[in-house]
């Protein structure tokens, strides 16, 4: 047999395999009368760290609604697509959820701040986007997107309360360093301008890409600027540990800030000392003990604590989503009209409720700091 | 169906950029890591002209192709003093500069923001708004593109495109400026993509740098490569084979935690395969 037909018979037992998957996919979601939730993630690419773990809280928060009995003994079946975290991969995952599988919601996508493309498209299907991880603030015309929503944490409480605390430390300079994702930009323009008004003068700002892990250049041009604080804003959380280390290797003296996704166990604990004095924003908690039972279960269920940034707020968007469920909404419309009158019990905020603009209203913040590799409130 | 014609979409912009690189490296033998850079250009003229200044897509892709056409050029005459490995070397690194400056002049492409809003094509008031009319568009366009490539090829100056791949010293000698011949093909494979850009823009309706990064180039020449070198018709089976492949790998039945995983693996692995057993691409006449 010559190569050729070798290689399209490859292919045709590829395009078999992938059909006979898909009917196995649509006949398991019929016979089980399930309520199927389209989930879209980064599984991949840059987003993947967040991505994943987003899954996990979804997977983990849907095992446990199922082994009570489901919602109204329907068990939640979650529809997983990967995103590849690019814009073109998050079309197509939400495309593929909607017209394929006909899901009336999506949790995700990761990062829809980055990757655009799909809000118009759930906006046409009347398809609920109910996102973890994206900062609404950056979608423009918003107004236009009502099938949006998003349980991340609002950028302006979270800037007033790094900025106010450096005012109230006499903190007169700063100098700020951030990715190119457009959240992390974003954060840091605003963070820039909220402290000029507050008279911290902004000595350098410097950009670096997505996933370095040397900040060398970027230290060093910022020592030769003498600022007080210096705010830190990057995607790849693992990078804080390279940053921090190379902060202490040349000497820079200056008090270093950066947000909530700086509280990461793994982080701390692989990089040990080199974290000690990072400050850092982070979402007030709740009396209770409701994220030490969630940190808790998530480690016996898959071994590791809770590593990635939208991990509360996974948490938060599939615990509004189930709420909504249990009432009874079932279509699009129906979930998107439920979801802005819905308030349940958040991690991280007390209750988790979405104003007209699909973004969540209660964002309070603390200051804590890494100290003996242990996060402690400094401020409350 | 929407998913379906959103794929076939994916396709026929692929199949663009396919078929302009294909000129550019199977033909005339000049391995360029540039060609997303041009794409880039494309799309965020279209879009800054569609957003901003309200301009027709068309009149918009026009002026995106005559600027990339003048950004080639540039680019063409700086790279044509390099040679082989150091060609592909120098349209790395200029397309991480036309990347960066994506990137960082954010008063003009507004950075890692991106920009949104980016409108349907229009023609004489009938919207290209729902996919399937989009489709057609953009597979006229393919058409246009693989006929345009196909008179390129089979004429007089496709031959001399060839005889400089092979070698390109024999054919100076017999008094041919190759310089002329190379940068000719370099700036129409650069407008060509940039029109697969502009298509892109108004598709998605979303552009962002991360699209148009050194990412992207590999993926193009992937399709090349994969669907063969020096073939019209391998540049769009390449595209139809890459965008479909990890599509396909959606529907098997892996468990959703390793899912995404095992589906890179898979999908590594095919092509590594193919290569092996079939270097010259599926329906290639030349390898690199």
Known sequence: ?380 | MAYLIHLAILISIYAILGLSLNLVVGYTGLLSMAQAAFYGVGAYATALLMVNMGWNFFAAALFGMALTAVVAFIIGMVMSKFDGDYYALASLGLGVIIYSIFLNWQGLTNGPLGIPGIPRPNLFGFAFFDNLSFLLLSAFFVLLTYLASRFIVNSSFGRILKAVREDEKAIQVFGYKTLNYKLTIFVIGAMMAAFAGSLYAAYITYIDPSTFSVNGSIFIIAIIILGGLASLRGSLIGAVFLVLLPEFLRFVGFPDEIAAQMRQAVYGLLLILLMLYRPQGLVGEYKL
Do not use: C
């Open chain 1, 1 to 380: 047999m010559s190569k050729s037909k070798k290689i399209w018979i490859a292919v045709i037992i590829i395009f078999l395999v992938a059909l006979i998957g898909w009917r196995w996919q649509v006949l398991r979601q019929k016979n089980t009368n399930a309520i199927t939730v389209g989930v879209a993630v980064g599984e991949t690419g840059d987003g993947s760290e967040w991505g994943q773990g987003e899954f996990n809280v979804y997977q983990m928060y849907a095992d446990d609604i199922n082994a009570a009995g489901g919602i109204d003994g329907h068990p939640i079946v979650l529809d997983v697509q990967d995103t590849k975290s690019t814009g073109e991969g998050t079309v197509t995952a939400v495309t593929k959820l909607i017209s394929i599988d006909h899901v009336p919601v999506v949790l995700g996508p990761t990062w829809a701040d980055s990757y655009q493309g799909a809000n118009p498209i759930a906006e046409q299907a009347k398809t609920v986007l109910l996102t973890p991880s994206t900062a609404l603030e950056t979608i423009d015309h918003k107004e236009n997107f009502t099938y949006l929503f998003s349980t991340y944490w609002p950028q302006l409480p979270e800037i007033q309360t790094l900025d106010g605390f450096m005012v109230s430390h006499q903190m007169k300079t700063l100098a700020v360093i951030n990715d190119h994702d457009p959240f992390d930009t974003k954060f840091a323009d605003e963070l820039a301008a909220d402290a000029a008004t507050k008279g911290v003068s902004v000595v350098d700002r410097e950009q670096v890409s997505i996933d370095t892990n040397d900040f060398r250049t970027e230290i060093l041009k910022i020592k030769q600027m003498h600022p007080d604080a210096v705010f830190i804003e990057i995607s790849n959380i693992a990078g804080l540990g390279p940053f921090m280390g190379q902060v202490k290797q040349l000497g820079l003296s200056a008090k270093i800030f950066s947000t909530a996704d700086a509280q990461n166990a793994d982080v701390v604990s692989k990089f040990g000392a080199d974290m000690e004095g990072l400050a850092y924003s982070f979402p007030q908690e709740p009396t209770g003990t409701a994220y030490a039972n969630f940190v808790q279960e998530y480690k016996t269920k898959y071994g590791t604590l809770p590593s990635a940034p939208s991990v509360m707020t996974a948490y938060n968007a599939i615990a509004a989503l189930v709420a909504v469920l249990r009432e009874g909404a079932r279509t699009g419309t129906e979930i998107r009209d439920a979801l802005y009158k819905v308030t349940v019990p958040g991690l991280g905020a007390a209750n988790i409720s979405f104003n007209n603009l699909g973004a969540i209203t209660q964002a309070n913040f603390d200051m804590k700091m890494i100290h003996n590799g242990q996060f402690v409130i400094i401020t409350n």
